[in-house]
């Protein structure tokens, strides 16, 4: 029996029920609706506004971050106001602003192994709104266990992806991505950067394909992935089909049961761009700082993009993009002393790994990259 | 000759370009004469056994070329491929 809509709700959703393919049937099914949206950033930030808007009745949110000034370029539901604030406590004020209709349940957790199943479990349909590959994964395997629609979207820099991946009725994310990239190969927007309307872009089609999953209407993105680039303003769509040996949803699946997914993928399950390369390898910025007043010789090593030198730069240092490091490798000299740093310390750990594999072991890690030392040593450095 | 199109990701390694003509009978001469061409590209497709990396996905128009017969897929001129690879942003 679906709830029935009020005078207020009536006007509230004239132009959805002035549509014949929703009307107040289907109004009604979406107030009755359950959607679980993992992920309050960049794609979470629409996903959740216009399902709010929609009158989606229960709508979850699952993130454990608070609110960052560099977030604010694209994560639209938050505020500056807000900075500092849990992002489910600060998306849940502005979805009930715009919709006081609607109930938002928060989980103020991350997404794992141990409660993903618990926290699925109510909803009708699961939307992926996350920023790494083992919550990636997590989210399809949940949905396959739980016979629930995945709706997927994932961005970096100018290009998105979007898909439904349901297992019943089609492929899953496995299917068409049966292991993960090697750590480091694929870099993540907190790396690599994003332009802020891109998850835009996705989330309003991922919350589209919601939508016309609780509605029944349309042809949903299930056997389908949509490609876009919005450098070349490009739409391509491509077939997926069912993968007859999926480890999860082929009929002998190997998966039966939620995996430890962080070292399935072998990275952390978040994008917080704060490389360490282990102790052993670390110099903190101050320690550099102490090491160069003193005059003790070290190569300092730049491993960013040329264009991040606009930004910020430490006297002396020599550009040496990650890229390009190991077929520059002569340049280096492995009786020097070396210290490698990056924007945050990410890409400068996957440089140490480059050298140590070359055979360099006088080298470190300048821990937490640049925007350690301009917190440290040089504020007047920029931190970005 | 088969039209390749290269992820942003990938296009440091191909001088920023997204669209590269490529010479090849079937998607696997392509792929050897792309990443002769563009050394640096290896890794990213092969691995070291030099067999696709199972996180990269290669579509011929809109088909997975694992849905048709692999690298071995014969080219027809002016076919496009699509190189798909795995992203996590959000």
């Not at chain 1, 949110?61 to 500056?80: A, F, K």
């Not at chain 1, 016309?212 to 769509?237: C, P, V």
């Not at chain 2, 092969?46 to 067999?51: A, K, P, S, V, W």
């Not at chain 2, 080219?75 to 690879?85: K, N």
Request: hydrophobic content about 40%; some cysteine; aromatic content about 6%.
């Amino acid at each position: 029996m679906l709830p029935t809509l009020s005078h207020e709700e009536i006007l509230r959703y004239s132009r959805h029920l002035l549509i014949p393919e929703v009307g107040l049937e289907g109004q009604r099914k979406l107030k009755a609706a359950s959607i679980l949206v993992i992920g309050t950033g960049g794609l979470g930030s629409p996903v959740s506004l216009y399902l709010a808007a929609a009158g989606v009745g229960h709508i979850g949110l699952v993130d454990y971050d608070v609110v960052d000034e560099s977030n604010l370029q694209r994560q639209v539901i938050h505020g500056t106001a807000a900075i500092g604030e849990l992002k489910v406590e600060s998306a849940r004020r502005r979805m009930l602003d715009l919709n006081p209709g609607i109930e938002v349940e928060v989980y103020n957790e991350p997404f794992t192994s141990q409660n993903a199943m618990r926290i699925a479990a109510d909803y009708d349909v699961i939307i992926d709104g996350t920023d790494n590959f083992p919550t990636r994964y997590l989210s399809n395997d949940v949905c396959v266990l739980l016979g629930k629609p995945n709706v997927y979207g994932s961005i970096f820099r100018f290009e998105g992806q979007a898909s439904v991946f349901d297992a019943r009725r089609g492929p899953c994310y496995r299917c068409l991505f049966p292991e993960p990239p090697p750590p480091g190969m694929v870099p993540s927007c907190a790396e690599g950067g994003v332009l802020g309307v891109l998850p835009g872009t996705i989330g309003t089609i991922q919350a589209t394909e919601a939508l016309k999953l609780i509605l029944g209407i349309g042809e949903s993105l299930i056997g389908r992935l949509l490609l876009y680039n919005a450098l070349d303003m490009t739409f391509d769509f491509v077939n997926l089909k069912k993968n007859p040996k999926c480890k999860i949803c082929s009929a002998e699946p190997e998966i039966t049961e939620l995996i430890d997914y962080e070292a399935f993928c072998g990275v952390p399950g978040h994008d917080h761009d704060e490389g360490s390369a282990g102790k052993e390898w670390d110099i903190t910025a101050s320690e550099l700082a102490e090491r160069l007043k003193n005059g003790i010789p070290l190569r300092l090593i730049d491993v960013r993009e040329p264009h991040e030198l606009e930004i910020s730069r430490i006297p002396g240092a020599q550009l040496i993009p990650l890229g390009q490091l190991a077929g520059r490798l002569s340049e280096l000299d492995s009786a020097e002393d070396i210290v490698l740093f990056c924007k945050a310390g990410t890409r400068s750990a996957r440089a140490l790994e480059v050298l140590l594999s070359a055979g360099f072991r006088k080298v470190k890690n300048l821990k937490g990259g640049i925007n350690a030392w301009a917190r440290e040593v040089d504020p007047s450095l920029p931190i970005y | 000759m088969a039209t390749i199109r290269i992820p942003t990701p990938l296009r440091p390694y191909i001088n920023g370009q997204s669209d590269l003509d490529i010479a090849g009978e079937t998607v696997g001469q392509v792929l050897e004469n792309l990443v002769h061409q563009y050394p640096a590209l290896r890794t990213h497709i092969f691995n070291d056994n030099g067999e696709l990396r199972p996180f990269v996905n290669l579509f011929l128009g809109e088909d997975n070329i694992n849905d048709l017969q692999g690298i071995s897929t014969p080219l027809r001129e002016g076919d496009r491929i699509l190189l798909i690879p795995s992203i996590a942003g959000g």
